[in-house]
Nanobody
Framework: QLQLVESGGGLVQPGGSLRLSCAAS????????IGWFRRAPGRESEGVLC????????YYDDSVKGRLTVSRDDAKNTVYLQMNSLTPEDTDVYYC???????????????WGQGTQVVVSS
């Protein structure tokens, strides 16, 4: 069974940091691009950023540049989203997804995790 599992979300104060993890099971991550997305109840998924197979990073949301970055450890079959200087506007459920490339919006991302909640509040 192909599965992605996110972890690392939680409650953090404004200005704080979190590191989200996206771990794959049932398949190897290295042939895939991994995107990070956010979605609030009743809203469509919004792209945040993506890391390609060659570690190229594509930002879907320019407002996160300089605050959010992504890395992958294919030996651990895990991708990480480092979130710094968080603001209340970053509050959302964050999802990772695997696809053949970082094209977004698209239907190319076919394996999705269940999401992890990030709450930025004082």
């Amino acid at each position: 069974q192909l599965q992605l599992v996110e972890s690392g979300g939680g409650l953090v104060q404004p200005g704080g940091s979190l590191r989200l993890s996206c771990a794959a099971s049932g398949f190897a991550l290295d042939p895939y691009a991994i995107g990070w997305f956010r979605r609030a109840p009743g809203r469509e998924s919004e792209g945040v950023l993506c890391i390609g197979r060659q570690n190229t990073i594509t930002y879907y949301d320019d407002s996160v540049k300089g605050r959010l970055t992504v890395s992958r450890d294919d030996a651990k079959n895990t991708v990480y989203l480092q979130m710094n200087s968080l603001t209340p506007e970053d509050t959302d459920v964050y999802y990772c997804a695997a696809g053949p490339g970082c094209n977004w919006p698209s239907k190319d991302f076919t394996v999705w995790g269940q999401g992890t909640q990030v709450v930025v509040s004082s």
